[in-house]
Every structure is written in C-alpha cells, then in structure tokens.
C-alpha cells in the first residue's frame, strides 16, 4: 500500500462534472424524486457487482453474504442514508467514479469482465446518475470501504467545485459496501419522512434485485420495504393470480382486479420483459386530455420513467412495465423516446395487447364485453388513430344495433347475419340510442330485416367517415343518400311490396321541392320509409349527418350539405296531399315546410324558424277547426 492513510486531500471536479452538477440542479431531471431511485441504482448495481466478482473470489462476501439496501432516515438531522453491503470503493475508484464521468466505475467493469457480463444486471452506463444527489442535498457524504479491504475512505463535497478524500476511522465504516449520507437541503427535508421515503422506494426501486430495509428514525426498527425479486422476471407458471393482484394494485392505486394480465418475455433481436393489466374498472382520469400513458420503463429492474410513451394512445387505460435488458440507464428521457429500441418494443407490445384482447375476446367472451364496457370508447379511437391495425381493431369492437337488444354484435357476427344482396354494413349515428331506433330511416331496413348498428360515442362518426371496410364490406349510413336498399327483398310479413310513383305524387313532389328552395338538395320519393311520411338523409356524395352535426358543433363546418328530404308516397297523409287541387296553394305550401321541419325534428333537430313554424301550424289548426 502506497497510499497516504492519514492524508484529507481536496480536489477539483473535473470541468464536466461540475458542468453536469450545474445541469442536474438547473435543468436535467425535472422530477427530483429520482435522486432516490439512482441511489438505490447504485446500491444494487454494487451489490451485483460483488456478487460477480465473488465468483472467482468466494472470500470476499465474508460472514455476510446476502445483498443488502438499508434507507435511514433522520428528520430532525435533515439526514438520509442509503447502504449497502456491496462491492464498495477503493480511495482511487471514489476519486474516478465521483469525480470524473468519462471513465464511469460501471463502463469499466464492463470492460474489464469482459465476456460472461450478460449474467449480471449491470445498471448505469452513462456516470451521472450519482450526482443527482446534489438536487436535494447541500453535501453529501460518501462513506465507503471496497470488500476485503482494510482501509475505509470519506468522500465530501458540497457540489459547487471540488470534493474532499479522507481516511476514516476503522469503527466507523460500514465492514464493507458504501453509505450514502445527505445532508438535506431546506426545501428537501420532507423526504425524510418516512412515509414519502417508503412510498418512493416502493414505486421507484421495489424490484431491483437486492432487498430493501427502511429505519424510519433513529433507533427505529428495520423494516423490510421491498424483497428484492421482481414480479415480472419470475416464471408465469409460478406466480399465483393474487400476487398479480397485489402488484397491480400498488402500481395502479386501484383496488379492483384486473380484468386481464398480460405476462410475457420478448426474447431475439431484442429483450425485454412486459407485464401490464387491462384495469377491472375504468379509472377516473380517462378522458383526461392530458392523461399519458400508464406503461412505465424499466431498465434491468431500474425504474426509468413512466411517461416513455410505450401504448399508443388508445391503449393507455393499459397499466404496467416494461423492463428492458437493452437500452442503456439513460439520463435524457428525450434520448429514450427517439431511440429505434423503444420503438420496436412499441410495436411488440401493442401487436400483444391486441393479441391477448383478442384472444379473450373468443375464449372468455363474457369478461372481454365487461373491458369493452369499460374501454371501447378509448380503443375506438384507434380505428382512426391506427390504421395499419385498424382490421385488428375493428375484431375486437363491439356494437349495439337494431337487433342486438341489451347485448353487443361483433362485425364478423353481424357480416354472417347479412341479407342476400346486401352489400354493406348499415350504421345509424347520433347520441341517443332511443332516438335513433325510432328514427323513420331505419323503418326501410327493418321491413327488410336488417341490422343497422347504433353509433352513440362521438368518436364514432370520425373514424367511420374514413371509409373502412371490413372483411371487404363498406360502412354505410342509413341517412345517407341512395342506401341500396331496393336489391334486398322485404320480410314476408313487412308493408306492401313498393308500387310504382304516380304522376301525382311526383307533381306533389316537385311542388314540395320547389316551396323549399334552396333548403334541401332535393325532395324524392323514399324506399325505406314504411310507416312515416318523411326523413332527411344526406345526398348521395355528402357526409353522415351525425358527423356533420359534430363538425358544425366543432365550428369545423364551412358549409353544411343540403339534405335531402324523403317523402313516403305510400303513406295515406301524403297521398291525400297529393290529392289536393289548385285552390289549396296556400295550405300546400306551408304543409311541405311543415314536412320539412317535422324531419328535422324526428332527426333530433329544431324547426328551421321557430316563430315561422309555429304560425304555419296555427294558420293549420285554424283550418282544421273551421272545417269540423
Ligand atoms: P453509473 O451508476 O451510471 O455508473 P453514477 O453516477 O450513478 O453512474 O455512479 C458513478 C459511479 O460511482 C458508479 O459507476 C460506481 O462506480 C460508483 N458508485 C456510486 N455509488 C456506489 C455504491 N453505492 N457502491 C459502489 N460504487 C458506487
Ligand atoms: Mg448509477
């Protein structure tokens, strides 16, 4: 040994450290709360570098040869401690690792293990986890003494330039591993609390691979906080379902069960571990614009952040991790979104989560209705936001519709349950189911016996104005213009067959169409109205009209389609109608307004002009009762 035992020696940072320490406090990690996790990274990092190096030298882990982590906390002291019974540091290594981060301690004992370094979970590649220390601390204090060695050092520094080496005492070191000691800036002393202290460790560090003790205060008694396994690396087979429970529980806060787990390893080009919950019910925040995602990012069982963006968004009522064996601890949260890793895992883990929907969906039919109850809404979102999994999706949806009752209709239920020559897959859109079963467009395809799904979510009219298909069948309003309906033969039981127009029903036509001018597009006889005398749909070209009435709403509307309105020629008012001779103008003219408003008001609309409509209907009345 050449080294001076008795000597303090300060030094000066070198110039990035004391740069980066500039950046940990001003800029680099906006949530300080992380200062506990790094440490803890450290601890366990040197706890399983131990291990590894006690492989070819047994000796070194003594009387004591179980990983440790042990957080003290001293509130009154504005004092915490993290320990650990690891691999420890030399004066020299205290000096590079803590001084410098060109040469991080763990870059070079990668380097120096060499090959057989997968088997250990080395975490930190980038030397500056330790420094964020200084974001809560005023000085921190390094005690440390490296397994078999007889001399224990103190590294000191209060972050603004140098630090200080010096030798301690031998009764005081830990007998081998390293203390960690802040000394609490004024602003940071709530972290002493025990309760913040457990909770942070709990949800940043409770898998890392070496348990964790807490002692509250001093003199309190050690309390075992986190066991050192974690969850998710141990065999599917071996871990009961209320162990999932448990763990979804406390990373979700929720105290329901999940309603789906999904476990599983990605193994090849890239490694990494997933387990995630679909939440048994929906979590308050759901809509919340702000809301991120609730898969975090772990690397090797570090906890690395939670808003990594890893589900799309019409996933994000998905909650759970990650692990990543690949991608390095990274300090830039930016570098992590940016990287091609975290992109391929995206995709991985989306294809699964929709795999695993949808094997549900077959298998356990009853518990899937129950996440569709709860979800639907946010995956349909993804029918416009994803288009390459939009067929994917479009599996898993699940509708109410004309003939469905209480229950929901699959697609590919409702494609077996297609009438002979029917070519597409009917839809009605609005935000009331009751309304829209009432609604005369639909009165045409039930004569007919077919099923029309009922759209009620808005997100409904966005992603099915996209014109998707499924299983090569179009999505087809019934409010929109010419809807086939000619080509599938009425019921048995349904009203008459269609008769031919007359000439005087296509003069009453006309003359209704001119009376309204420039509101509709046109006036045409209907074939899907069997009980009521009319209906708006849209022109044949022009959009769904729930969807234009969202826009309008949105003020993403420049100009609204005309209708068109749908008079019924077998119905006997419109006959009688057209019965009516010249004498009758007046009548007849605010009779075909007041067809038009009576539409728009079976489509959930006002009339045009309320003051107009309501004198038309006196002027009615009034004639109504002069007669009788
Ligand atoms: P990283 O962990 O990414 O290497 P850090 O800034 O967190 O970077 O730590 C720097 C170095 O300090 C580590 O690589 C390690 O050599 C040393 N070190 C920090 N904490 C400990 C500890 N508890 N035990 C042993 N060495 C440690
Ligand atoms: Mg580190």
Redesign the pocket.
């Known amino acids: 040994m050449t080294t001076d035992t008795t000597a303090t020696e300060t030094r000066t940072f070198e110039a990035d450290v004391s740069r980066l320490l500039h950046m940990m406090v001003h800029s680099v990690y906006s949530d300080k709360d992380v200062f506990l996790r790094?440490l803890i990274?450290?601890?366990a990092?040197?706890c399983e570098k131990l291990r590894f190096e006690a492989v070819s030298r047994p000796e070194l882990l003594g009387d004591d040869p179980k990983p440790r982590i042990t957080i003290s906390a001293d509130a009154d002291n504005k004092q915490i401690t993290v320990e650990?019974n690891?691999?420890?540091?030399s004066r020299g290594?205290m000096a590079e690792?803590?001084g410098t981060i060109a040469r991080?301690?763990?870059?070079a004992f990668i380097e120096r293990a060499g090959e057989g370094t997968e088997d250990t979970q080395l975490?930190?590649?980038?030397?500056?986890?330790?420094?964020s220390a200084f974001m809560v601390a005023e000085r921190v204090d390094v005690i440390?003494r490296l397994a078999g060695s007889e001399e224990a050092w103190r590294w000191s520094s209060d972050g603004k330039g140098s630090y200080e080496i010096a030798p301690v005492p031998l009764e005081a070191p830990p007998k081998r591993?390293?203390r960690?000691v802040l000394h609490l800036l004024d602003d940071a002393v709530s972290y002493a609390g025990s309760y913040r202290l457990e909770q942070l460790a709990k949800s940043q560090s409770g898998h890392v691979p070496v348990p964790i003790t807490l002692i509250e205060k001093p003199g309190a008694e050690p309390r075992d906080i986190a066991d050192g396994t974690a969850l998710w690396v141990r065999p599917k087979s071996e871990i009961k379902p209320e162990e999932y429970t448990d763990f979804y529980r406390g990373m979700s806060g929720q105290y329901d069960d999940p309603a789906a787990t999904i476990h599983f390893r990605a193994e090849g080009r890239q490694e990494y571990s997933v387990l995630a919950f679909v939440p048994g019910s929906r979590p308050f925040d759901l809509f919340d614009q702000d809301r991120k995602g609730r898969m975090k990012l772990y690397v090797r069982r570090v906890f690395i952040t939670d808003d990594a963006d890893l589900l799309p968004r019409y996933l994000r009522f998905v909650r759970g991790l990650v692990d990543s064996a690949d991608l390095p601890?990274n300090v830039s949260r930016e570098m992590i979104q940016e990287s091609r890793l975290l992109a391929s895992m995206r995709k991985g883990l989306t294809n699964r989560v929709l795999a695993d929907l949808a094997k549900l969906a077959e298998n356990e039919a009853e518990a899937y209705v129950k996440i569709w109850e709860n979800f639907g809404v946010v995956l349909k979102e993804g029918l416009y936001d994803d288009h390459e999994r939009r067929e994917q999706l479009l599996k898993l949806a699940r509708f109410h519709s004309t003939t469905s009752g209480e229950g929901w209709r699959g697609l590919a239920d409702y494609v077996a349950a297609m009438k002979e020559g029917q070519k597409a897959i009917f839809f009605m859109a609005g935000d009331d189911r009751a309304r829209l079963e009432a609604s005369p467009q639909l009165e045409g395809f039930k004569a007919r016996g077919i099923e029309a799904l009922l759209l009620t979510d808005p997100v409904d009219s966005f992603w099915v104005t996209m014109a998707p298909e499924f299983d090569g069948k179009p999505f087809k309003s019934v409010t929109q213009g010419a809807a086939e309906l000619s080509d599938i033969p009425l019921l048995d039981n349904a009203a008459k067959p269609d008769v031919e127009i007359s000439s005087e029903i296509a003069t009453f036509l006309a003359f209704v169409k001119t009376a309204l001018g420039d509101a509709v597009s046109d006036v045409k006889a209907s074939d899907r109205l069997t009980e009521s005398a009319v209906c708006l749909v849209a022109p044949e070209q022009g959009p769904d009209r729930q969807f234009e009435r969202l826009l309008n709403a949105a003020g993403r509307l420049d100009k609204a389609a005309k209708p068109v309105l749908e008079i019924n020629p077998r119905h006997e008012r419109i006959a009688a109608l057209a019965k009516l001779g010249k004498e009758k103008q007046a009548f007849k003219e605010d009779v075909a307004h007041l067809l038009y408003d009576e539409a728009r008001v079976l489509d959930g609309d006002k009339p045009v002009n309320a003051k107009i409509f309501s004198e038309r209907l006196a002027r009615i009345i009034a004639q109504g009762l002069s007669q009788s």
Do not use: H, K, W
Request: net charge negative; charged share 15%.
């Open positions: 790094e990274s450290n601890a990092d040197a650990d690891g691999i420890g540091m290594d690792a803590l991080s301690g763990t870059r975490i930190g590649q980038f030397g500056v986890g330790f420094y440390s591993g390293t960690v601890l």
